[in-house]
Nanobody, 124 residues
Framework: QAQLAEYGGRSVREGESLKLSCVAS????????MGWFRQATGKEREFVAS????????FYADSVKGRFTITKDNSKNTLYLEMNNLRPEDTAVYYC?????????????????WGQGTQVTVSS
């Protein structure tokens, strides 16, 4: 089991870019996948993007496809989310998470280890 910590959230203007990081520590290498999720005020936490940890496939929510890119650096136990052309609708607390159950990489219920979240605010 790993502990996750997100970094990089801040306030930006619409159209700007931002890169988030998530650093994993502890017994991380059993994880099959890592993902980014977000939760806006008053809304359910939702899937954003995920990646196979020891592989190449990536997955994206339709709302961010073409704008966000998920990457990783296994040697640094670090997950990234490059967010481009940000919109006010992207405003949320962003969480990284490690997949702990078998199944779809887009299913939030299969992720069991979570970071504390980092706030991203996009102003119009």
């Amino acid at each position: 089991q790993a502990q996750l910590a997100e970094y990089g959230g801040r306030s930006v203007r619409e159209g700007e870019s931002l890169k988030l990081s998530c650093v994993a520590s502890g017994r991380f290498f059993a994880t099959s996948g890592m993902g980014w999720f977000r939760q806006a005020t008053g809304k359910e936490r939702e899937f954003v993007a995920s990646i196979v940890w020891l592989g190449e496939p990536t997955f994206y929510a339709d709302s961010v496809k073409g704008r966000f890119t998920i990457t990783k650096d296994n040697s640094k136990n670090t997950l990234y989310l490059e967010m481009n052309n940000l919109r006010p609708e992207d405003t949320a607390v962003y969480y990284c998470a490690a997949k702990t159950e078998m199944g779809a990489y887009t299913d939030i219920e299969l992720y069991g280890i979570w970071g504390q979240g980092t706030q991203v605010t996009v102003s119009s």
